[in-house]
């Protein structure tokens, strides 16, 4: 995989929180499944287990987003965080009309209930939300947020990739695309000003901790989807 990270500065909170969770960082951005979109052989039954689970993880994804408006440090970053909801909200509708085109109809998609990896996952990120400040909160969404953007670069490097006749493009184009690139680069950026603005070195291993189980509740995520072969 990539070392150091694309994104962040060296030194800065992003690359460190990343490189002190070497193995768990490894076990969520080249997962199996993730391997299965670069190649092509990822079982169609797990990408829409995964599609169906996606759309309530983004619902649950979006409440964090506005709750990092509330616990946002300043003007700029309140509007930028209401901005990046909206952002969000819409992609949920974006990401209704991708299940379409797999077959699964938006009715049955919202009467799904949420699986218990999508439960742990979003409900944790809430609650370190609510217990802590914006940085705690930033820490444990960036894996998500910075994570894809990563994989997706990940996917396009690696010399299984199959492009013609994978089922998986247009979900790897979205990723390695110049705006997820962009939004990814700036979370990471954000990142790491909000480390030095917010006592992160001072707080460095707690931040270490949240930020592992992020990965680790990634891969279980991944994971989920994979389960439905």
């Known amino acids: 995989m990539t070392d150091p990270s694309p994104y962040g500065a060296e030194g800065g909170l992003w690359r ?8 768990d960082w490894q ?3 080249w997962h199996p499944f993730v391997r299965g979109l670069a190649d092509g052989t990822l079982p169609p039954s797990c990408f829409r287990r995964y599609l169906v689970q996606d759309y309530l993880f983004l619902v649950q994804f979006a409440r964090a987003f506005a709750l990092a408006a509330y616990k946002a440090e300043s003007p700029a970053a309140f509007r ?6 909206g952002a969000l909200l819409h ?3 974006m990401h209704l009309a991708y299940c379409a085109e797999w077959g699964l109809a938006e009715a049955a998609v919202l009467a799904e209930p949420e699986a218990a990896e999508t439960v742990a996952y979003t409900r944790w990120v809430l609650d370190r939300g609510i217990a802590g400040d914006i940085l705690d909160l930033e820490v444990a969404l960036a894996p998500c947020t910075v994570g894809y953007g ?3 670069l990940l996917i396009e490097a690696s010399p299984a990739r199959r492009r013609g006749g994978n089922p998986y493009e247009p979900w790897i184009a ?3 695309g110049a705006e997820y690139q962009a939004l990814a680069r700036a979370s990471a950026e954000r ?3 909000l480390g ?3 006592g992160g070195a001072a707080r460095f291993a707690a931040l270490a901790a949240d930020f592992a189980k992020a990965a680790r509740l990634e891969a279980a995520f991944w994971q989920m989807g994979l389960d439905a072969a």
Not at 16 to 23: E, G, I, P
Not at 80 to 85: N, R, V, Y
């Open 16 to 23: 460190r929180l990343r490189a002190a969770c070497a193995a």
């Open 27 to 29: 076990a969520y951005a």
């Open 80 to 85: 930028a965080k209401i901005e990046a909801t």
């Open 91 to 93: 992609e949920t509708t």
């Open 150 to 152: 990563e994989i997706a």
């Open 174 to 176: 979205m990723y390695a």
């Open 191 to 193: 990142l790491d000003a």
């Open 196 to 198: 030095e603005s917010h």
